[in-house]
């Protein structure tokens, strides 16, 4: 009986020293959407994930949990315990901007950044008929007039169009819409003078039946080299929405390297970068350190931004 307890001693010793050194990871990674299945961010979100289940040698697993613009799914996942298991893929300007406007359950210093993989492609737009090429092109016949109507899908883009408004001193009255593919409708049908989308325009201006009168980001859109970027045209503000991959704050060591890995290689794998054109978004990678200079950059112009349209 005494060999017998030390036999079984031994070997409960084994087996808890093996799973001390087992290695990252042991069981699957869930990635938890912050929007509905079907848009963009999800499947870009289940692109990524087969890539990156095959760099891990683990299932990963989808889940949508849509809500408040992507702030339910972030605020659950800043809660949870930082071992990789668990990770949010979301707009960036949820992380970013969102916080500096509404108080919500988290803020940009609760994650930890694994990835961002793949660039909205922003725009504003306007019907061939206005004559306009670029965004000073509108401005320009907007100060002749009482004023123009620009659709609008978020409250980012109403700060940025106050700002252009505010900066060449003319009355640009921004109207709500359900979204891009309404935006799109409403400036296709002539009942608003320009808009704002994220990238429902995309085919309509390749085809020639919208105009994009700037690019929002930082640099110009991939698929529309010839548009011009806000900052181009003179104003000092942009708008970059990324599809972001962030994990609880305190990740780091094999999980945090791994994930990155993997998030690497799935970027660069073309079964992502041929939806990620498919989708007109663009293909930009980041992770590291310089995800995390981005992240804060992006955090510094939403504030200098917030300043300069506050009353």
């Known amino acids: ?21 087992a290695a990252w990871p042991e069981k699957p990674v869930v990635i938890t959407v912050g929007f509905g299945a079907g848009g963009t961010t999800d499947i870009v979100a289940r692109a990524v994930g087969e890539v990156v289940s095959k ?34 893929a979301t707009t960036s300007t949820t992380i970013t901007l969102d ?3 509404t108080k919500l359950g988290f803020d940009a210093d609760d994650f930890t950044y694994v990835a961002a993989i793949g660039q909205f492609p922003e725009a504003y737009i306007a019907h061939p008929d206005k ?34 408004a505010k900066h060449d001193g003319v009355e640009l009255s921004a109207v709500p819409t359900k979204g891009g593919a309404e935006a799109v409708t409403q400036v296709l049908g002539g009942h608003l003078d ?14 020639g039946d919208l105009v994009a009168l700037a690019a929002l980001a930082d640099t110009r859109i991939g698929g ?4 011009p970027t806000l900052k181009e045209q003179g104003y ?16 780091s060591g094999e999980a945090y390297e791994k994930l990155t890995e993997a998030f ?16 007109s978004v663009d293909a930009v990678r980041l992770t590291g350190e310089d995800l995390e200079q981005t992240i804060a950059d992006h955090i510094e112009g939403y504030k200098r931004l917030i300043e300069a349209t506050s009353e």
């Open 131 to 164: 004559g306009w090429k670029t965004l000073k092109d509108a401005t320009a016949a907007a100060a002749e007039t009482d004023g123009m109507t620009v659709a609008s899908t978020t409250t980012l883009d109403r700060m940025v169009t106050k700002y252009i």
């Open 264 to 279: 690497k290689k799935a970027g660069e794998d073309p079964s992502v970068t041929e939806l990620l054109a498919k989708r």
């Open 1 to 21: 009986m005494k060999k017998l307890f030390l036999s079984s001693a031994l070997a409960l010793g084994l087996i808890s020293v093996s799973n001390v050194n």
């Open 236 to 251: 000092d503000v942009s708008s970059v929405n990324l599809v972001l991959f962030a994990a609880p704050k305190g990740l």
């Open 224 to 227: 529309l080299p010839d548009v």
């Open 55 to 88: 760099e891990l040698g683990q299932p990963v697993v989808i889940e949508n949990r849509p809500g408040a613009g992507g702030a339910v799914a972030s605020t659950a996942i800043s809660k949870m315990k930082p071992d990789g298991y668990n990770l949010v």
């Open 194 to 207: 320009m808009g704002y989308s994220s990238g429902a325009y995309f085919p309509q201006a390749e085809s």
């Open 99 to 101: 916080p500096l406007i």
